[in-house]
């Protein structure tokens, strides 16, 4: 999105005259200040403490002394094989979450548009996960979940698809799982209602046309509803994947990263580093890092779409 | 960080000037005029134990209106979170509830107050050594503290349904001849008939148990050569896990599926006769009471023998924070709040064991109604547990000895292979502590 911007403001302010510029930047930085205040004392101020604290050896403790190791953090990080395993539990849950999140979303999307009976409270239906904070919805899954009062269990028992009660979020082999679906279900609504609002820019006209020429459903899905949802695809799904690898809240009420660090999401590790172990430097070069991996897929990922696009 | 611990040493600083200006005036009298209010962080969650909380609690404010306690709910879930947020930003509360094994990491920090000669002799002559023990710990820079008062003690027993052991014809040992690990697991074969597992293993969280139940065999899991601790997992670490392994694999008297429940989870099942007996902290009799289905009959049966009956044991315990701008004034309040007639009151509460000697001898502690005689005579075999003193034991227990044993307990890995694990791995975690 800011790339365009960027693109389209270029030229514009470069055919304008030299002085009137720099008096019209003043005047635009003066208008701009009680609003960069905030963001600079809340936003970028925390973040380049964060920075700088990666290369410290900072610790948690009325009498620790902090110094300055520059990299030594960051090697530390990479032949440490917890955070390895973190990190791929990570990737594991952000990618199987956004792409099974966009399908079932797409699907939901795709019914929501059509002219069903009842369409209007079905789409406020769908939207009721996010209405919910996240705690609550773990606290709920939990419970969905439990090994002897969930109703999971005992569905599942009823129609006979199970003989004995599993304990989803404790067992190693499905605990990932079992949180992944949670991830998925949470995430839902505003991937549904992002695509919905896409589907509903989809020019009719096309497809009567297509109608009109004898395509398939199928066909008109593939070759009209398709490329004319992509920018809005690109967008959500990027949003999606950087909300997931970020997640925190859910997966902590659900499981606090158990069992045996099997849902340890990365953001999880660096919290336990923190909060429970007591080393901040380390934890914040964790964060650096999860950024640097986060801005480089996405980079990869939206400059591809948009030549694609262009 | 530099600049927050500058910001945090300024408050102290000046925190303790006004401090010290209001105590010139006129000494303890001066503070007459000024009331000062301190905040209580309290982690009881049973019910009854927390109206025994607040009812101490409001008792102390009505006695003395010049020191008024706040009394503020805190969860085991997150307070050692809470409290290193609230320790760094520089105003934690000034009566701290914790465990000890908590207490070690905060002290090494210099997040508590040392409490040594701050005791009132009365109260200190009250509580065994032992127990002071579990409190007492490195302040990280070479010397040593008291960092809490050691207020309430847990002993892990064994819950049973008294008509399956009337069935079986077992009979229920005294404290003074308890069974032998060994007649526990033939005892265990004789319970197991049908749907009936004779023993349940909840081992969601299985460190602190398994480690507390080593001491039956000598197993301390860590040897300390100066300041440096390393993991040691021989012969004797690998008795008692060995046993419960072969309870669940090999004589099949122990339920896999209770594996992964917490404490309490098994509950149900017991009292539906799919358990016979459940090896457990003495707190859990308070559920049993309270949730049993009527003419359920149990009983408590006192601790297990190996070579010895000692268990490890860690403490609950009020400790003041090294910031707390009313240091003395805490110091009083947990004076009162822990002496022998209210750890009485707090013990029932809590259905744990008081570390006051005269709290112990309360009547209602040694009546055998709800077990409460075993209970109380199983505190004898409570010894400051060896892990207590280990720099970086949170950080091995979450992330090698709780995944290496859980795996070993599902019968995933062999003993060798989480032996080898919890020792590889672990010195690897310690070696960052030993720094």
Not at chain 1, 48 to 62: E, K, M, N, V
Not at chain 2, 121 to 146: C, E, M, R, Y
Not at chain 2, 338 to 349: R, V
Request: glycine share 10%.
């Amino acid at each position: 999105m800011t790339l365009t911007a960027e693109r389209t403001r270029g030229p514009a302010a470069g055919r304008r005259g030299r002085p009137g510029r720099s008096r019209q930047g003043r005047e635009t930085l003066l208008l701009m200040l009680p609003a960069l205040i905030p963001v600079l004392i809340f936003s970028v101020g925390p973040l380049l403490y964060g920075i700088y604290l990666a290369f410290t050896d900072a610790r948690s403790g009325r009498n620790s002394v902090t110094s300055f190791v520059g990299l030594s953090n960051f090697g530390d990080l990479l032949t440490d094989g917890d955070f390895w395993a973190s990190f791929r539990i990570g990737l594991i849950w952000a990618v199987s979450v956004t792409v099974l999140q966009f399908v079932a979303a797409l699907g939901l999307a795709l019914l929501l548009n059509e002219n069903l009976r009842f369409r209007a409270f079905t789409r406020v239906l769908a939207m009721v996960p996010w209405a919910m904070p996240p705690v609550v919805i773990g606290l709920m899954w939990r419970l969905v979940y439990h090994p002897n009062a969930g109703i999971l269990n005992s569905t599942l028992q009823g129609v006979g698809l199970l003989d004995h009660n599993v304990d989803w979020l404790n067992d190693f082999s499905i605990a990932l799982p079992a949180v992944i679906v949670v991830g998925i279900w949470t995430g839902m609504p505003q991937t549904t209602v992002v695509l919905l609002a896409g589907l509903q820019g989809v020019p009719r006209e096309l497809h009567e046309a297509g109608h009109v020429d004898g395509a398939t459903t199928w066909r008109r899905f593939w070759s009209i509803t398709l490329p004319q949802l992509r920018p809005v695809i690109v967008t959500i799904t990027s949003l999606d994947f950087v909300w997931n690898i970020n997640q925190f809240g859910l997966v902590y009420v659900l499981t606090q990263g158990g069992p045996g660090g099997q849902t340890r999401l990365p953001m999880l590790f660096a919290y336990e580093e923190a909060f429970r172990y007591g080393f901040f430097g380390y934890a914040a070069t964790l964060g650096v890092a999860i950024v640097i991996v986060v801005l480089a897929v996405l980079g990869i990922y939206i400059g591809r779409q948009m030549r694609e696009v262009s | 960080m530099r600049t927050r611990t500058a910001l945090v040493a300024a408050a102290t600083a000046i925190a303790a000037l006004t401090a010290g200006c209001s105590s010139g005036d006129g000494g303890d009298g001066g503070k007459a005029g000024e009331p000062v209010s301190l905040k209580f962080l309290s982690l009881a969650w049973q019910k009854e134990s927390v109206a025994a909380n607040k009812e101490i609690v409001d008792e102390w404010n009505k006695a003395n209106p010049d020191i008024k306690v706040e009394y503020v709910q805190g969860s085991w879930d997150n307070v050692n979170d809470q409290l290193v947020t609230s320790f760094e930003a520089g105003d934690p509360p000034d009566v701290i509830h914790d465990d000890s094994p908590a207490l070690a990491g905060f002290a090494s920090r210099g997040y508590l107050l040392d409490l040594s000669g701050k005791v009132p002799a009365d109260l200190k002559s009250d509580i065994p050594q032992a127990a002071w023990d579990t409190v007492t710990f490195g302040d990280g820079k070479g010397g040593q503290g008291v960092y809490g008062v050691p207020f309430l003690q847990e002993s892990q027993v064994i819950i049973a349904n008294k008509k399956l052991l009337d069935k079986a014809g077992v009979s229920v040992p005294t404290p003074e001849d308890p069974w032998t690990w060994d007649e526990f697991e033939e005892i265990s074969k004789k319970l197991t008939k049908g749907d009936t597992f004779g023993v349940a293993w909840p081992l969601k969280s299985p460190v602190n148990k398994a480690l507390n139940l080593a001491l039956n065999f000598g197993g301390t899991f860590f040897q300390t050569d100066g300041a440096k601790a390393t993991v040691k997992v021989g012969p004797e670490e690998r008795e008692v896990l060995q046993r419960i392994h072969d309870q669940l694999y090999k004589d099949k008297t122990a339920d896999p599926s209770a594996l992964g429940m917490g404490t309490a989870d098994p509950l149900p099942g017991f009292y539906a006769g799919k358990y016979a007996m459940l090896p457990a902290s003495v707190y859990l009799r308070q559920q049993v009471v309270e949730q049993a289905p009527s003419g359920f009959e149990w009983v408590t049966i006192p601790p297990l023998k190996g070579t010895s009956a000692d268990q490890g044991a860690a403490s609950q315990t009020l400790s003041v924070a090294a910031d707390s701008k009313y240091p003395d004034q805490a110091t009083k309040f947990i004076s009162f709040f822990l002496n022998s007639t209210n750890q009485a009151k707090l013990a029932k509460g809590d259905w744990l064991l008081p570390t006051s000697v005269k709290a112990a001898s309360d009547p209602s502690m040694t009546t055998e109604e709800n077990g409460w005689n075993v209970a109380t005579a199983s505190a004898k075999n409570l010894v400051v547990a060896p892990y207590l003193k280990v720099n970086g034991f949170d950080e091995w227990k979450s992330k090698v000895a709780t995944p290496a044993l859980q795996q070993y307990f599902a019968n995933k890995i062999t003993l060798d292979e989480a032996a080898k694990t919890l020792v590889d791995e672990g010195n690897k975690v310690l070696e960052r502590y030993n720094k």
